[in-house]
Every structure is written in C-alpha cells, then in structure tokens.
C-alpha cells in the first residue's frame, strides 16, 4: 500500500491550481522521478477541476487509484495512491487534510480581490501526513464521525478520461498543458504515463537512456 500524492487545490476556477502538497517518489529512478512528479500535478488538478463541491470520487488510472473531495470553499482535497490503499482511509485523510488547511488558510487567503493571483500557501503538515498516513492504520487516530463518511457515496470512475468533458482526451490535456515540462511530454509520447508500476521504472530507465544515446551521438 503507497500514498504517493496529498494535495490541495484551488477548483473553482479553470485552469485550477495547487496551492500546496506533497509527493512521496520514492518507488522510482531518480531519472524519472520528476516526469511522473509533474503528471501526478497535472491530473490532480484535472480530477480536481471536475470534482463539485461536496463531491467524493475515486478515479482509477492503470495501476492508481484518484481520491478526489471537492469543498464549497472553492477547493478540493486529492490523493493518489495505489489501488492496494483503503478508499474510505484515504477520504477520511482527505477531511482531515482540507478541514486543517481552511482552518489555517481561510477562503480570503486563495480566492478574491486581495488574493495574489497564482496564491502558493504553506502547509507543512502534509509532510508529516505522508509519511505517517503509508500505514492505513494510523487511520484510526483521525478524529472525524465515520457516519459521515459511510452515508456519503463515493463515486467511482475507472479511468480518468471517464472524467473529462465530451471530446476531451488524455493525450490533448497532456500537449496543451504549461504545467508539463517538454521532456515529460515527450516522456508521455514515448510509454504513456501512469502505464507502469513504480517498479517497472528502473528499466524503463535504460531504455530511455539508451534511446537518448543512439540519437544524439554519432559513430566516427
């Protein structure tokens, strides 16, 4: 069981934007370990985007499950583990997470006139949160009413296209994306992202590596 994402962020307006989180990219090479850092950031916003408020889903994605709760506030909580992790552990941390976050940054500190326009808020916590929450019982010291969660429904989506908009694609999100650098989109174009398992990386590697070398170098 992994956590690999906790993050907050800013729904209500498109495109949305992460006003903080956490990753834990520990399970992959460090050659890659950025590319999939920045497509967790970049679906996360897309299942945020497409999360209302009071909303709970969980959008499974090749071997990652999307755990999405929206807020009235203008924001929504999203982790993304394995599809090993407990759905109801994951959304009772996604309440804990949102309700701390609100209470240390208010509405007015994101959203409104007085809010920088691009609002990046700390929230150390998730530090913590993400390394301790990896144990799904640690659960039980969230202090949240489990009426709350079992009377809500989840709804479950198995991929994330199953979430966009008609028409919309994975592959054109990805090219039109400014949150993606231009060797994560190639990253993409070459395996697809989210398409293996963290511990299929390490040789995925290598064959990035030596495709790079046989381009750009020449036999004399």
Do not use: W
């Not at 090479?29 to 969980?58: H, I, L």
């Not at 511990?199 to 750009?216: E, G, I, R, W």
């Amino acid at each position: 069981m992994k956590i690999y994402y906790i993050g907050i962020i800013k729904n209500e307006t498109r495109p949305a934007q992460e006003l903080c989180f956490e990753k834990d990219l520990t399970s992959y090479s460090r050659f890659t370990r950025d590319n999939y850092g920045e497509f967790m950031s970049v679906f996360s916003q897309t299942v945020a985007e497409r999360t209302k408020p009071g909303q709970r889903q969980d959008i499974e994605e090749k071997s990652y499950t999307f755990h999405a709760y929206g807020r009235t506030e203008g924001v929504a909580g999203v982790i993304i583990s394995d599809h090993d992790y407990p759905a109801l552990v994951a959304h009772q941390l996604l309440s804990k997470v949102v309700d701390e976050f609100l209470a240390r940054h208010p509405r007015s500190s994101f959203a409104g006139p007085s809010a920088p326009a691009k609002p990046t808020l700390d929230f150390p916590q998730l530090k913590e949160y993400i390394v301790k929450y990896q144990d799904p019982q640690q659960a039980d010291s969230i202090l949240k009413i489990q009426k709350e969660l079992d009377e809500t429904k989840i709804v479950l989506h198995k991929t994330i296209e199953s979430v966009l908009e008609r028409g919309e694609k994975i592959d054109t999100l990805v090219q039109k994306s400014d949150g993606l650098s231009a060797q994560s989109k190639m990253f993409y174009t070459q395996v697809g992202i989210f398409s293996f398992h963290p511990l299929d990386v390490l040789l995925l590697t290598y064959v990035l590596q030596a495709k790079k070398q046989n381009s750009c170098c020449v036999l004399m």
